[in-house]
C-alpha cells in the first residue's frame, strides 16, 4: 500500500487531478449546506452576469436560477450518475469476461458474441435510443450507459482470466478441489484487478460526459439539475448570455481532466510492468 | 364652445393627414419575381391539410390549395374561391356563387362539384374538427357548375367562421373520388387551384414551389418560387435568419431569447398578428380521474399557486398574454372577462389543499402528481419546471416526465394515463370549433389528439355546449357562450394560463406577408420583395 501511494505521488500530473477531483467532490458534499433551497427556484432576476450581484457571484441563467447552487448541486448529480453507471458497467463487463476467460469453450464463444453484437453499435447512438424509449430519468439514464458501456471491460476481463487460468497456482486450487466460484473470486479477480480499476476511473469520465451529451440533447431526467441539463437548457441562449452553457462546461472538463489524470496515475501505480518506466 | 370645436376639427383633421400620410409611406408598388426562402418546422408528414391539421402542413399546403373564403383581423370573410354568399334568414341555407375560370394546377376546371365531394366527403366525413363543424351538413346542392348551396338540418353559424384554405381546403373531386384518400399520391403532390404549384419535396431538406402561371387571380402571384427549408434546431434557424439564409417563418421560428437580439438589428420585422384565426391557447388538462385532482378545491388551489404574468414574462419572454378562461380576449364578439377568477396567492391554495383534506405530510409535501409537457422546445420545458417549482411551494410534489410527442399525444388522448399535462390548444374564431372540444362529455373520445381528455362531464355545460351549435340568435347564442365560460372557469377541468402570442419573423425585404388574420396560413399571392 505504502509503495502504491509512493508510485502514485511521483506522478506529478495525477497528484494535480487528484486535488481537482476532491474540491468537485466537496463541491457535492457541501451543495445542501452552502446551497440549503432548490437549485431550480428562481430566486433573482433571470440573466444575472457573473459578478454583477455579489449574492449570485456566477450569475442567473434565463428563468433566474441561481447557477453557483446549479453548479454545486449538479456535481452531486453529475458525479452520482458517474459512479453509479459505471458500477452497472462492471458488474456487467467482469462478469461476462470472468465466466467468458474462465470457462472458455462454448461458454466463452456464446458470450464474445454478445459483446461484439454491443460493440458494432455506436456507443452514444445506442445511449440515445434506450433513453429515448425507457423515458429520461435517473434510473434509465444509468441503465444506458451501463449498458452501453460495458464490452470493453467484458474484454479486458476476460484476457486476463485467459491468462490467468493456465497459471499454475489456479490449477492448483482446481486440483484441491477448490469451487469454480471461489477460485474466480479469490484468486483470479484479485490478480485482474488493477486493469480493471484503471479502466474503470476513466470510464467514470466517459459516463459524465455521455450523461451531459444525453441532457444536452433534452434526454436528461427533467427533475434532477446536472450540468448537462445546465448546458443543453443555456445553448439557445449561448449567443446573449454564453456564461449559463460554459461555467458548467467549464466544470465538466476539469472533472473529465481530473479523472483521467488520476486514471493514469493509478496506472502507473497499480502496473507493474511499467513501475520502473 | 366654438374654439374647442375648431380645435377638435383640426386634431380630427391633423390625424386623417397623418392616416392618408401612413397608408401612402405603406402602399408600395409590389415588384414581380424573386424567391422567398422561408422555414417551415416540423417537417409536415404531408402537403394536404383537408383531413389533417397538423400545424405544419398548414404552412405549405396553403400556398397550393385553396379554401372558399378567407379571414381579415377581426375574422370578417373575404371571398376566395367563392365569389360572394348568402345566409338565408333562417340560417339553414348557405349559397355560394363560385369564382369563373378557376383552374386547378392539371387544367381542370374548378366548379361546384369539387365544393360537394370536399364538404361531404372530406371535410364532413374526415377532417379531426370538421365531424362537428359540418355536423349538421346535410348536403350541398349544385344547381350550376358555379352555384353550391349548403343545405343545413339545424343553423349552424360557426361554419361560416370554418372556410378558410387551412380549415376546410377544397380538393379536386376527380383527383380524389373513389380512391383512398389517405393514400392518394396527391397528397404529397397536391394538385389545387392555388398560387403555387409543388417543384421538389426533398425529405429532411426542402420544399419547393414554383408560380402557378395560370393563377386566376391575374398579376399573381408576384414570387416565382417559393423555397422551405427545413431546419430542425432552432438555435441554427436563428443563425439562418441572421446570414440571410431564410428570410421567413412563422409560429415563433426562433428561440424566444434571440428576438430582442434579432429586432435590435434593424433587419427584420417582429409580427404578431397573423394569428387571430388561430388564436392559441396554452392551458394544464387536469385527469379528473386523479383522486387528487377530481376534487375542484385542488383544481382551484393549483390555480392560485401559479403566478401567470410570471410564466408570460420570464418563461415565454412576453409573448403571451394572462388568460382568464377558455376563450381568448382576441375573440372579441365572445370573450367573457367576468368569470370566476384566481389571483396568484399561495397562501388561499394552501388553505384550500387543507380544506381538502391533503394536509402537508412528512417533508412538507401533501401529494405527488406527474407532470408531462407537449415536448415542441425549451419554453414548454421551461414552464414544466416552473410549475414543478410553484406547486412545490404550496406542497404538491410534481415529478416531470418528458417523452416524445407522439408518446405524449398517445399517453394523454388514447392511454389517458396521466395527471397533469401542459398543451396549447387552437380556439379558432368560433367557440364551438375550437374551444367546446375540451368540456364537452360527448368529446371524451381516447385515440382523438386534442379533445376531452380531462374526462369532464357536466350535463348542464352539454345542454349549454349543444344549444350553442344550433342557436342562430346573436344574442341568445353569445349569453350561451358567456354562461359556458363561466362554468368552465368555475368547475376549472382545464386551466388556462396565457393566449400565445406566436410571431412571424421575416427580413425587411419580404412585404406584405401579414395581411389577414390567417398569417402565414394564406396563400403568399400578395406576398413580394423589396429588391
Known amino acids: ?277 | 364652445m366654438n374654439s374647442l370645436m375648431s380645435l377638435l376639427r383640426g386634431a380630427l383633421g391633423a390625424l386623417t393627414t397623418l392616416a392618408v400620410l401612413a397608408s401612402a409611406s405603406h402602399a408600395q408598388q409590389p415588384t414581380p419575381g424573386g424567391t422567398l426562402t422561408m422555414v417551415v418546422q416540423p417537417e409536415p408528414p404531408t402537403l394536404v391539410s383537408a383531413f389533417n391539421s397538423a400545424g405544419p402542413i398548414g404552412v405549405v399546403s396553403t400556398k397550393m390549395l385553396e379554401g372558399l373564403l378567407t379571414y381579415d383581423f377581426d375574422m370578417v370573410p373575404k371571398p376566395v374561391l367563392a365569389e360572394s354568399w348568402k345566409v338565408s334568414p333562417d340560417g339553414k341555407t348557405i349559397t355560394f356563387n363560385l369564382r369563373k375560370g378557376v383552374k386547378w394546377h392539371d387544367g381542370r376546371d374548378f366548379t361546384s362539384a369539387d365544393v360537394q365531394f370536399s364538404a361531404m366527403k372530406v371535410w364532413k366525413e374526415l377532417h379531426p374538427r370538421g365531424r362537428s363543424t359540418f355536423a349538421k351538413l346535410t348536403a350541398v346542392e349544385t344547381p350550376g357548375p358555379l352555384v353550391a348551396i349548403f343545405k343545413l338540418s339545424e343553423a349552424s353559424p360557426y361554419m361560416m367562421s370554418a372556410l378558410s384554405g387551412y380549415e376546410s381546403q377544397v380538393l379536386p373531386k376527380h383527383v380524389y373520388d373513389g380512391t383512398d384518400m389517405a393514400q392518394n399520391p396527391a397528397n404529397g403532390k397536391p394538385v389545387g387551384t392555388g398560387p403555387f404549384i409543388l417543384k421538389e419535396w426533398q425529405k429532411g431538406n426542402f420544399i419547393l414551389l414554383e408560380k402557378n402561371p395560370n393563377y386566376w387571380d391575374k398579376g399573381r402571384p408576384y414570387l416565382d418560387k417559393i423555397v422551405m427549408r427545413i431546419i430542425p434546431d432552432a438555435a441554427a434557424r436563428s443563425a439562418a435568419f441572421e446570414t440571410g439564409e431564410v428570410l421567413l417563418g412563422g409560429f415563433s421560428p426562433v428561440p424566444l431569447s434571440d428576438v430582442k437580439r434579432l429586432e435590435a438589428s434593424g433587419k427584420f420585422d417582429v409580427e404578431t398578428r397573423g394569428y387571430e384565426y388561430l388564436a392559441p391557447i396554452f392551458l394544464l388538462e387536469f385527469n379528473l380521474k386523479n383522486k387528487y385532482l377530481q376534487d375542484k378545491r385542488v383544481r382551484h388551489a393549483i390555480a392560485h399557486a401559479i403566478d401567470q404574468n410570471l410564466v408570460v414574462k420570464t418563461v415565454w419572454y412576453g409573448f403571451g398574454k394572462p388568460a382568464t378562461g377558455p376563450v381568448p380576449s382576441v375573440l372579441t364578439q365572445f370573450y367573457n372577462g367576468n368569470v370566476p377568477k384566481y389571483a396568484f396567492d399561495p397562501k388561499r391554495a394552501e388553505a384550500l389543499l387543507d380544506e381538502a383534506g391533503f394536509p402537508r405530510a412528512g417533508g412538507g409535501k401533501r401529494f405527488k402528481l406527474i407532470h408531462d409537457y407537449l415536448p415542441y422546445g425549451a419554453d414548454y420545458q421551461r414552464t414544466a419546471e416552473y410549475l414543478k417549482q410553484a406547486l412545490g411551494k404550496v406542497g404538491i410534489d410534481v415529478e416531470i416526465r418528458s417523452q416524445d410527442t407522439a408518446a405524449f399525444l398517445k399517453r394523454v388522448y388514447t392511454d389517458n394515463d396521466f395527471d397533469m399535462s401542459s398543451n396549447f390548444f387552437y380556439a379558432l374564431p368560433d367557440p364551438t370549433i375550437g374551444v367546446q372540444r375540451i368540456y364537452w362529455s360527448k368529446n371524451i373520445k381516447k385515440g382523438v389528439p386534442f379533445s376531452n381528455a380531462s374526462g369532464y362531464s357536466n350535463p348542464e355545460m352539454d345542454r349549454v355546449i349543444e344549444a350553442t351549435q344550433v342557436e342562430h340568435d346573436r344574442k341568445a347564442r353569445r349569453a350561451l357562450i358567456d354562461s359556458m365560460q363561466v362554468m368552465a372557469q368555475d368547475d376549472l377541468p382545464v386551466l388556462d394560463l396565457f393566449e400565445v402570442r406566436f410571431f412571424t419573423l421575416a427580413s425587411k425585404k419580404v412585404q406584405d406577408h401579414t395581411l389577414s388574420g390567417e398569417g402565414v396560413y394564406s396563400s403568399f399571392s400578395k406576398v413580394w420583395l423589396k429588391k
Not at chain 1, 87 to 113: C, E, F, N, Q, W
Not at chain 1, 126 to 140: G, N, Q
Not at chain 1, 186 to 196: E, F, S
Open chain 1, 1 to 277: 500500500m505504502k509503495s502504491f501511494f509512493r508510485l502514485f505521488v511521483r506522478n506529478r500530473a495525477a497528484v494535480a487531478g487528484a486535488m481537482i477531483l476532491l474540491g468537485v467532490l466537496a463541491m457535492a458534499i457541501l451543495a445542501p449546506i452552502l446551497y440549503p433551497d432548490d437549485p431550480w427556484d428562481m430566486v433573482a432576476e433571470p440573466y444575472l452576469a457573473p459578478g454583477a450581484n455579489p449574492d449570485y457571484a456566477l450569475g442567473t441563467d434565463m428563468m433566474g436560477r441561481d447557477l453557483a447552487a446549479g453548479i454545486f448541486h449538479g456535481a452531486r448529480v453529475s458525479l452520482l450518475i458517474g459512479l453509479v453507471a459505471t458500477s452497472v458497467a462492471l458488474l456487467l463487463g467482469v462478469t461476462i469476461g470472468a465466466l467468458s476467460g474462465y470457462y472458455g469453450g462454448h461458454v466463452d464463444r456464446a458470450l464474445m458474441r454478445l459483446t461484439e453484437l454491443f460493440q458494432t453499435i455506436p456507443a452514444f447512438l445506442f445511449a440515445i435510443v434506450l433513453v429515448a424509449i425507457f423515458e429520461p430519468s435517473v434510473t434509465t439514464i444509468v441503465l444506458a450507459i451501463g449498458v452501453v458501456s460495458w464490452p470493453p471491460v467484458a474484454r479486458l476481463t476476460r484476457g486476463e482470466f485467459l491468462g490467468l487460468r493456465s497459471r499454475e497456482f489456479v490449477l492448483a486450487c482446481e486440483a484441491m478441489g477448490m469451487s469454480d466460484v471461489r477460485i474466480i473470486l479469490r484468486h483470479c479477480l484479485p490478480n485482474a484487478a488493477a486493469p480493471i480499476i484503471v479502466t474503470g476511473s476513466l470510464m467514470v469520465a466517459t459516463a459524465i460526459l455521455t450523461e451531459a451529451g444525453l441532457a444536452f440533447l433534452g434526454l436528461g431526467d427533467p427533475n434532477v439539475m446536472s450540468w448537462g441539463t445546465i448546458i443543453g437548457a443555456g445553448r439557445e441562449v449561448l449567443r446573449s448570455a454564453w456564461y449559463v452553457c460554459t461555467l458548467p462546461g467549464i466544470a465538466i472538463l476539469l472533472t473529465v481532466l481530473a479523472i483521467n489524470l488520476v486514471g493514469e496515475g493509478l496506472n502507473d501505480a497499480l502496473n507493474p510492468r511499467l513501475r520502473n518506466r
